[in-house]
């Protein structure tokens, strides 16, 4: 089973950046597809970004294409999530997934079945 260990949240202003990683204990991210999801206070939990481990191929909501980048740091077995010109609307707390979706449902939750415990991050003035 693999277990997942996220890192990298916090407060920061509005138009900062910040970097996310998720890694695998227990196992490696192999054929798997790795996500993002985040979830607000009061909202459902929502799509942010995912990546194919075996090819890079990487998929983003709209919301955050062009601001946040999802890629693999192979030489730890990580998934990070760059994320730059933050907005206030960002604030959530970001989960991260793995499983073997198809790209039809890539950006589903239910298409992953290991997630990781959350990682808090706040933009705020």
């Known amino acids: 089973q693999v277990q997942l260990v996220e890192a990298g949240g916090g407060l920061v202003q509005p138009g900062a950046s910040l970097r996310l990683s998720c890694a695998a204990s227990g196992g490696t991210f192999s054929d798997y597809a790795v996500a993002w999801f985040r979830q607000a206070p009061e909202n459902e939990r929502e799509f942010v970004a995912a990546i194919r481990w075996t090819n890079g191929a990487t998929y983003y909501a709209d919301s955050v294409k062009g601001r946040f980048s999802i890629s693999r740091d192979r030489a730890n077995s990580a998934v990070l999530l760059q994320m730059n010109g933050l907005k206030a609307e960002d604030t959530a707390v970001y989960y991260c997934?793995?499983?073997?979706?198809?790209?039809?449902?890539?950006?589903?939750?239910?298409?992953?079945?290991?997630w990781g415990q959350g990682t808090q991050v706040t933009v705020s003035s």
């Open positions: 997934a793995v499983g073997r979706p198809i790209v039809s449902t890539m950006r589903t939750a239910g298409a992953y079945y290991y």
